[in-house]
């Protein structure tokens, strides 16, 4: 690996983790800049997985103090996310590549969407008595089993899970996305870590880079306002579902 693939790894790895702590969607950085350094698809990808995962680990300590209020939730939805996670990781490994192209764009739109319109569904859902239990844990799981198939954007997808079905500020539910965004990755990391090809020289470069940019986005989102944070997490996801249209 050149001096030249070494700076663009470790400014994507510190921007994906950056992203991933305020809204999600870092991957759209690391992972082409993976493909940049001259590695396949399938060997990026499970290489990303591992890279990203510090920066996860940053998010979470960081932002751990927002789960006080929402401690009794805290086991379920862990187990609810290992196991979406183990979806994902086998529909990942089994399911050819071209479909997991074909569908992630339009994912990370579709979700956004719904994060945007996420105040008047709520509304609607609650006066018609929804059960806003069944809606949280099935769209975790769902979250679960999109985050562990394709990194990117995972966070939104949580985020918007968390916030139909729980009566929070979005800066408070940032805490316990952080937590099942963490859950998620180290499951699908230890997966592909003993299944796929993963190029442990990037790894070196990219996981560090990642945590660093895991806590200073924490940080950041911390302090911005819910409107303004909101505003944030819509602008990450057009962004990354549009790129990834382009590309």
Do not use: E
Request: one cysteine or more; a positive charge.
């Amino acid at each position: 690996m050149d001096s030249a693939h070494l700076v663009l790894l470790s400014t994507a790895g510190f921007g994906a983790g950056v992203c991933n702590a305020i809204a999600g969607g870092g991957s759209l950085l690391s992972f082409p800049a993976l493909l940049a350094t001259g590695l396949p698809p399938v060997t990026a990808t499970v290489t990303n997985s591992v890279s990203v995962w510090p920066g996860y680990l940053g998010g979470a300590a960081a932002l751990r103090r927002h789960l006080d209020s929402h401690r009794s939730l805290v086991p379920g939805l862990v187990l609810t996310g290992i196991a979406g996670a183990v979806g994902g990781v086998i529909a990942l490994l089994a399911a050819p590549p071209k479909v997991f192209a074909a569908l992630v764009p339009y994912l990370i739109l579709a979700a956004t969407a719904v994060f945007a319109a996420q105040p008047a569904v709520s509304r609607k859902l609650a006066a018609r008595g929804a059960d806003s239990r069944l809606r949280l844990f099935g769209g975790v799981f769902l979250g679960a089993v999109y985050g562990a198939y394709f990194n990117g954007g995972m966070g939104i997808v949580l985020l918007t899970a968390l916030a139909l079905g729980i009566d929070a500020s979005i800066t408070r539910l940032n805490g316990l996305k952080s937590l099942l965004t963490l859950t998620v990755s180290t499951t699908a990391m230890l997966a592909v870590a003993l299944f796929g090809p993963v190029r442990w020289s990037a790894v070196v470069v990219l996981a560090p880079a990642c945590l660093l940019g895991g806590v200073v986005g924490a940080r950041l989102a911390d302090r911005l306002r819910p409107g303004v944070f909101r505003a944030v997490v819509i602008v990450f996801g057009v962004g990354a579902g549009t790129a990834m249209l382009l590309s």
